[in-house]
């Protein structure tokens, strides 16, 4: 049995799309620094465009691919392609919290979601959202059927 994380749409959307706009801006301005003659804009967006890719970097990183496997869980970074594997032994507990939904002066907007957390023995957690991955529930499932 081995069960595949499946990234939600946008949810990759949305982790990109700041940044893109963002770099836009500062690209838009550093070319428009050239009509004006003002290199210190120019120099400050290119400044902020290279936080702006560092930032989105290493944001990215922390986007990890989770494959339920028999013996444990296989974390593959997104980024880097790095794997790294945890034996279920290894996993302590999972805790399940339900985070609170968005309210406007109209009521209600959504009603709120849970989220599970993977307390590992040397105390590091592992954060497994519906937020990030169209299939939540079915590893959630496979997960606690084996610790």
């Known amino acids: 049995m081995k069960i595949h994380s499946k990234f939600r749409t946008l949810y990759l959307i949305r982790i990109n799309m700041f940044y893109i706009i963002f770099d836009f801006f500062c690209l838009s ?5 050239f009509r004006t003659e003002d ?6 967006s290119i400044i902020f465009l290279a936080l702006s890719i560092f930032f989105h970097i290493d944001k990215l990183r922390s986007v990890t691919e989770i494959i339920v496997l028999e013996k444990g869980l296989q974390k593959i970074s ?3 392609q ?6 279920f032994s290894f996993m302590v507990n999972i805790r399940t919290e339900r985070i609170q939904g968005s309210y406007s002066d109209a009521g209600q907007i959504t009603t709120g979601y849970f989220e599970s957390t993977i307390l590992l023995e040397n105390g590091e957690e592992l954060l497994i959202s519906p937020d990030q991955y169209d299939n939540y529930k079915e590893i959630v499932v496979a997960i606690r059927d084996k610790i």
């Not at 790095?82 to 034996?87: A, G, L, R, S």
């Open 39 to 44: 290199f210190i804009v120019g120099l400050g």
């Open 29 to 33: 301005s550093f070319f428009n620094s």
């Open 82 to 87: 790095k794997t790294e594997f945890i034996p």
């Open 78 to 80: 997104l980024a880097s």
